[in-house]
């Protein structure tokens, strides 16, 4: 087996996995993905740089994913570096509530 199907193998591994895991905890998630079908979005499995990327409309979203994600903790740092303060967890809390309420809605069936 070469690097490129390795690379294939992995990405095609971690969606079963995660399906699997959808389709025991959350099946109305499950029910959605395991039909769903991207339109004018293609995954592109770059092997020769062991990356991911996503084309809509066939432009690139990353461009470079590990560098996109290298970028986004630099902001993440700068934005929330050691030792700051974060002034009130509250609008952060209730959203999180919002979203696993909005989950549990869709794997029941309920909206």
Do not use: C, W
């Amino acid at each position: 087996m070469n690097s490129n199907q390795s690379l294939v193998e992995k990405v095609l591994g971690l969606k079963s996995k995660n399906m699997d895991f959808f389709e025991r905890v959350y099946p109305g998630i499950y029910s959605f993905f395991s039909a769903y079908q991207l339109q004018h979005t293609k995954l592109d499995i770059q092997t020769q740089h062991a990356e991911l990327d996503l084309i809509v409309n066939q432009k690139h979203v990353y461009g470079g994913a590990k560098q996109y994600a290298t970028k986004e903790v630099e902001h993440f740092l700068q934005v929330f570096d050691y030792g700051k303060t974060i002034n009130s967890l509250k609008p952060f809390i209730k959203m999180i509530i919002n979203i696993r309420v909005s989950l549990r809605s869709i794997s029941t069936g309920f909206m």
